[in-house]
Each structure stands twice: as C-alpha cells, then as structure tokens.
C-alpha cells in the first residue's frame, strides 16, 4: 500500500483538504467498542511524532444513501512502514472521498509550542553551551531536556529574555527539503544542530539568521507568531536539566492563573502581592513556634490527665486497670496519653482506644515493674478475629474495626489480668 502524502509538510497552515481512503483497519479500545482506523492517500493530520502529539479533527463524507457523515478523527499515529492511520468510530469504504478538517486552534497550539522550543534550545545552546536532548509537548506545557548542570536564575532569565526577544523581531521561519548530503556538510560545519539517522532528503526549518535543525514537525511562519514564550520549572532529571516551559496562549493563561492565585492569596493575606513572599516566611516562622508550643501544652495536658485517670482507678489483685475509649481525641494524643498513664502510678495498665475514625486505633501501656509483653498479648488479640499489631513490652498499638473495639479492649484487659496472675502464683 502506498504510504500517505504529508500535505503539512509543504504547509503547516493547511486546515483542509480532500483525499482518498486507501486503507480500512478495526481494533478494539479499552471499552471493547470497535474502532477503526483509516489510511489516506494525502493528509494533513500530523501523526504523533519527535515528541509532538497529533493533530484532531474531522472527515466529511456522504453515505451510499446521500447522507452526510462527519466523523470525529480522534487520533493519529504512524506505522513501522512510514502509513499515517486515523482513528475513527465508524468506517469508511476504501475509496470513498472525503474531505479533512483540521482542529486549528490545536495545531496551531501545538506549532507554536513546538517553534518555540525550537528557538529555546537554540539559545540555551547559545548562550550557556547546554544542549537539548529531548522534548515533549504536553496538554498544558512543554519540557526540554539539557545535558547540563543545574541552571542559576539569572541564566534562566538572560535565556527568557534572549528567545523573547527574537520572537519581537518576529524573524522568518522557513523549510525546506535538503540533501542528506548537504545537511552531513551543514552539520559538520556547526551550521545544523542535529541529524536524524535516516537515509534521503531531510527537512531544515531556518529561524533567520539564528538556528538551522533537522525536524519533521509543524511549525509557524516567523518568531512572532510564537506569541511569547515563559519558562516555568527547572529540576534535575537523570540525564541533566529538565525546563518547562509554555509559549502563545499558554503563556498567556498561565500568567492569568498565576496573577489570579496571587490575588486572591493576597486578599486572603491582607497584603500586597509584593509582601507576599516575607509575609509567608513569617507567617510559617510563627507556624513553627505555635506548633512547638502547642505540642509541649499537649505533653503537658497528657501528663495531668494520664496520671488523674491513673489514680482514679484501685489497684485489685496487683493490677491498676485502667480502660478508657475516646471519641473526641486525635489517635496521636490517645497514644501519648496511655504512655503517661501507664508512667503515673505503679502496677499500671492503659487500655485506650481512639475511636475518632473507623477503623479504631488500641493502644496499650503498662509501668516498668509489670513484667508481661504488651506487644505479644495485643498481637495475640488482634490474631485471633483475623487482624495484625504489635510493637514492644512497655508499649504497643493496632487497628480494629470500630464494632469490634470494645470486644478488643475486653480481651487484652482478660489476658492482661491472666498474665499477672500467672506471676503472682509462680512468686
């Protein structure tokens, strides 16, 4: 089968055209409902390729019985064998004629991303030698990968600057077809900044006067029509630097998101966007302190109330017993809380269960001159209706399904007295 003509080479702005189909394929997606894949014999749908997605849109086209069909063109992906495939939900005859519509506002997006980084990994080359490895063109923005060190601000922002610029003076940005051998020429003489391993013409997209490189992609007419550009995120990635970036309307939208987060974080703040970075600092300084403070009257609060809880309770048969449930308490306080009860007294035992959330969380405690393991009997407990705890002699904890908590905290006090009992009678 002969493989599709690529109209978006010759013309990027091309939005439509007609065609032949040549080729009818059905799969199946991931809801099992059929899809169909369709090759042309020309299209202008740029298929998924060098780290740009593909292109959306439509196919017209009239049925045998003079109906008009408008098929929504979902995907596009290239085979091994170099076929451009549309995927459809409902087929189309080979043969049949049709008509393409290309989803403009989506190419269009994604020509201005894609000459964007183009001119973005020029000037980083440029300017600070780092060259880009890599490149994806995301929903909401684009990545470059450079093989570089972690980048200062002020580079970022002379690279910003630089490509902003160049896109002011809005340079022509042409194609066209070259000789490998002449781009071998070109790319030995630094004139080009890459080449693809494959055989036959190769396609050069010119910024004027500034970068050359080999590219299969979509790209606009000149550097204005790029629209601006924005760095967003830097980070270290395994192979270098990661950039983020936005160009066009993306920038647009995301200095809107931004000023608008900023805004409203303002009011929130009563102050102004410009105060807003050592009023947070402050802010979280005061943060600290508080949390600080607040977590020493809690230590605090537990050791008043661990050792009244303790002493309410009578020590019988050499066991202080002391079982409490909490409902209104954090399971972080209800721990710290069993520990200081169980430190209070002598002969002391707490059974607290934090019963704030389902599952519930049990903990228990005793005083260094009991000698059971408490991490064993919660253990034994827990295993037998079916779950898991533990942790060490002097302390332990685990989950229980809220229903089951009071038959928990009944089983633990059970073993616990046996167990005492075993050590009096062995004195």
């Known amino acids: 089968m002969h493989t599709s003509e690529r109209l978006y080479y010759s013309d990027s702005f091309l939005t439509t055209f007609t065609a032949a189909v040549t080729g009818v394929r059905e799969l199946a997606d991931n809801d099992g409902k059929p899809i169909w894949q369709l090759a042309l014999d020309r299209t202008a749908f740029y298929p998924t390729s060098g780290g740009q997605p593909f292109d959306k849109g439509r196919l017209g086209s009239s049925s045998s019985d003079g109906t008009a069909l408008n098929i929504p063109v979902e995907q596009v992906e290239e085979d091994e064998q170099g076929e451009v495939w549309h995927f459809v939900h409902k087929p189309l005859a080979a043969g049949t004629i049709v008509e393409g519509q290309i989803d403009w ?104 006067d500034y970068d050359k490189n080999a590219c299969g992609g979509t790209h606009v007419r000149s550097t204005g029509q790029i629209g601006g550009l924005q760095l967003r995120t830097v980070e270290r990635v395994s192979r270098g630097v990661r950039v983020e970036f936005v160009c066009g309307l993306r920038a647009v939208r995301s200095a809107r998101e ?34 600080k403070q607040s977590q020493k009257l809690r230590e605090e609060l537990a050791v008043f109330q661990g050792t009244k809880l303790a002493m309410e309770e009578p020590i019988q048969n050499g066991l202080r017993l002391v079982v409490r449930a909490f409902r209104d308490r954090d399971r972080d306080y209800v721990k710290m809380l069993a520990s200081q009860a169980a430190k209070a007294a002598p002969l002391t035992v707490a059974i607290f269960s934090a019963n704030d959330a389902d599952p519930a969380h049990v903990f228990v405690a005793r005083s260094s001159d009991l000698g059971f393991n408490c991490g064993q009997i919660l253990r034994e407990a827990l295993a037998r209706v079916g779950l898991r705890g533990g942790g060490s002699a002097d302390q332990a904890q685990g989950e229980v399904p809220a229903q089951q908590e009071a038959a928990l905290r009944t089983s633990i006090s059970e073993a616990i007295r046996k167990a005492v009992a075993e050590a009096h009678s062995q004195q």
């Open 105 to 208: 506002e989506r190419r269009f997006d994604h020509m201005q991303q894609h000459t964007g980084q183009h001119l973005l990994s020029a000037v980083f080359w440029r300017e600070l030698q780092a060259p880009t490895i890599s490149f994806h063109l995301g929903e909401n923005t684009s990545t470059i990968d450079l093989a570089s060190e972690l980048l200062t601000n002020q580079s970022l922002e002379r690279v910003e600057r630089i490509v902003n610029e160049i896109i002011g003076e809005d340079r022509q940005v042409t194609t066209r077809d070259t000789p490998r051998s002449e781009a071998e020429a070109m790319l030995a003489a630094g004139q080009l900044r890459k080449l693809p391993d494959r055989q036959g013409s190769i396609r050069v997209i010119d910024i004027a």
């Open 258 to 291: 931004d000023f608008t987060i900023l805004r409203e974080t303002s009011a929130l703040l009563s102050t102004r966007a410009t105060e807003l970075a050592p009023t947070v600092a402050r802010l979280l300084t005061e943060g600290k302190t508080n949390a």
